[in-house]
């Protein structure tokens, strides 16, 4: 079962945009991390945040994480072409060794 | 840039035949996962293991599908008998210690017919 929702489902944004992708999760986590899917290939990890942080960055790359909400943002600023991908949001629960995924969030940047 | 590699890309098979994926880990992690992803599912979770022992397979439907991991570079997927509805992207996916980002492969992408 997914333990992450991504909103929304699909985004098309011109290049240079920013682009903002929501996830909620039902259940205590470890830590929340974001991943990107080229089509075609497999899952690439961009970014992990721990439940006790609030903010991180990496690059172009914002995410926040607000676990009184169990919600997290993904911010991309300055979109390229090339940022056009799904973005899985994904949470370590349980007995924090599994890492569950959300639905996704199609994102197409136009040039 | 290590990897994780995924055999075969794709495959395609006739209902009732018997299928196994094989997976790489990156060597020296110890964190094997394997997962599915169809449109109308998303990525869901098969099976999971630490240092080659399986701590979790309840998302595997037991009666067909089997994992296992024979020694510390190779995982199996194996599926006997194949039905249509198994027709998806498999992914194995590894990691250094538990809660740690994952590496995954390309997939298998699994037709059965």
């Known amino acids: 079962s997914q333990q992450g929702e991504e909103d929304p489902q699909a985004l098309s944004i011109q290049e240079g945009e920013n682009a903002t992708m929501n996830c909620s999760y039902k259940?205590?986590?470890?830590?929340l991390q974001w991943y990107r899917q080229n089509s075609g290939r497999g899952l690439v990890h961009l970014i992990l945040?721990?439940?006790?942080?609030r903010e991180k960055h990496s690059g172009r790359l914002r995410v926040t994480l607000d676990t009184s909400k169990k919600s997290s943002s993904l911010l991309i600023t300055a979109s390229r072409a090339a940022d056009t991908a799904s973005y899985f949001c994904?949470?370590?629960?349980?007995?924090?060794?599994?890492?569950?995924f959300g639905a996704g969030t199609i994102l197409r940047v136009k040039s | 840039d290590a990897r994780v590699t995924q055999t075969p890309r794709h495959k395609v098979t006739e209902m009732g035949q018997e299928v196994t994926m094989r997976c790489q880990p990156i060597?020296?992690?110890?964190?094997v996962f394997w997962y599915r992803q169809t449109m109308m599912q998303g990525l869901e979770l098969l099976a999971y293991?630490?240092?080659?022992?399986?701590?979790?397979d309840s998302g595997m439907p037991k009666d067909r599908f089997s994992a296992e991991m024979p020694d510390a570079t190779l995982a199996t997927l194996k599926i006997q008998p194949s039905e249509p509805r198994d027709s998806a992207v498999y992914f194995c996916?590894?990691?250094?210690?538990?809660?740690?980002?994952?590496?995954f492969g390309n997939g298998t992408r699994l037709t059965v017919t």
């Open positions: 293991f630490r240092n080659r022992a399986p701590l979790d």
């Open positions: 994904a949470t370590v629960a349980g007995d924090g060794n599994k890492l569950v």
């Open positions: 945040i721990r439940s006790n942080e």
């Open positions: 060597l020296g992690h110890n964190t």
């Open positions: 259940t205590s986590i470890n830590n």
């Open positions: 996916a590894s990691g250094s210690i538990p809660a740690s980002p994952l590496h």
